[in-house]
Each structure stands twice: as structure tokens, then as C-alpha cells.
């Protein structure tokens, strides 16, 4: 998918740094097996509210996961969600979650969807099966379109991305394209 060849092309540079890596060895963190791989259909999302039309909702959750670019989804926005939209995915187990792409509206199949319609700021956290934030990263996503964010997140172990979604540039709904994650099996 196009996310996913946005991620692995900005993941993969040799010269980038891995913040998550043994400082002493270079190796990656204990308990990681396997070669990193694109582990989002493995997992499930909701989000907290979903955008409407007349015929019901559209723009639901599982559309930023769908590999496609010209799909979003799209919160309630701030009269539905309050302050924060929220976006979530989960799997049963923890993996080693290596890096996290977040693809904005920029290349919507709707040409007036790709403007004005994310958010300025988010919190992006990664939770381990304990429910403790193993990993967490402010975002800026000022502008617009919204930039695309990729994090290097080390191998982070946890089975939920959460990323709260702050300051709507629009009153009616905020969301973004797709949702991209590389991870490995847990030993």
C-alpha cells in the first residue's frame, strides 16, 4: 500500500537512528524475534466517534487502516468528542512495535478533504497488556494538509497505539488516512 511504502521508504535509511536499540550492543531490545514486518491488519481499531452523513456513518475507523490513501476516517469532532478525537489499535498480545507511520489526508479520493480537515497537535502512546504507556510521543501536526509523521519507536513493547488528537482544524470532524505499524513476534 502506498502508507506502507511511505513508511518503509522512510524507515528503512541506513543512516537513521534506532532509539529503541541496546545502547551497549546496537542490538534490539530484549525479548524481539524475527524480522520487522507491517503488523497493522493484525490488529483491530475504534476510535471515539465517527463522522455521520444522511445514509449513516462513512468515514468509520477501520477506513485508516485499509492500506488505502484516498480513504479516511473521520471523528465526530469537538461538539461530539470534546478537547480530544481518539484513534486506537489493538491486538491481543504485545509485539515488539519497531516504528509507527501516520499518513494524513494529503492525497483523499474527495480533493476538498485533504485541507482543513486534521488537527494541529495529537499524543501518540503505545500500551503495553499491563496498561502501562511503554512508549509516548508529541506530535506536531500543524499546517495543512497535516504532515505525515513517522516514528522510529524501537521496538516498544505493547499490544495498543493510542493516539489522542487534539485541536480540530475543523468543527465538524478531524481524522486522517492510514495508520501503518512495524513490528516483530515477541519471543
Known amino acids: 500500500s502506498a502508507a506502507s511504502d511511505v513508511y518503509k521508504r522512510q524507515t528503512t535509511d541506513p543512516s537513521a537512528s534506532s532509539t529503541g536499540d541496546d545502547e551497549s550492543t546496537g542490538e534490539p531490545p530484549a525479548g524481539c524475534a524475527g524480522d ?63 516504528g509507527v507511520a501516520l499518513i494524513s489526508n494529503s492525497m483523499h479520493a474527495n480533493p476538498d478533504f485533504r485541507e482543513g480537515f486534521g488537527f494541529e497537535a495529537a499524543t501518540l502512546e503505545i500500551v503495553d497488556q499491563s496498561g502501562s504507556v511503554v512508549f509516548e510521543e508529541e506530535l506536531d501536526l500543524s499546517g495543512t ?23 480540530h482544524e475543523s468543527e465538524d470532524c478531524g481524522g486522517f488516512a492510514e495508520l501503518a505499524i512495524d513490528g516483530r513476534t515477541q519471543r
Open 145 to 167: 494538509p497535516d504532515p505525515d509523521i513517522v516514528l522510529d519507536t524501537g521496538g516498544a513493547l505493547g499490544n495498543q497505539i493510542r493516539i489522542r488528537f487534539r485541536e
Open 36 to 98: 520487522t514486518s507491517n503488523i497493522t491488519q493484525s490488529g483491530e481499531v475504534l476510535a471515539s466517534s465517527v463522522f455521520d452523513t444522511l445514509l449513516g456513518p462513512a468515514y468509520e475507523a477501520d477506513l485508516a487502516i485499509d492500506g488505502n490513501v484516498g480513504t479516511s476516517w473521520f471523528s465526530a469532532g469537538p461538539s461530539k468528542d470534546g478537547v480530544e478525537s481518539t484513534f486506537e489499535w489493538y491486538t491481543q498480545f504485545d509485539h515488539c512495535i519497531d
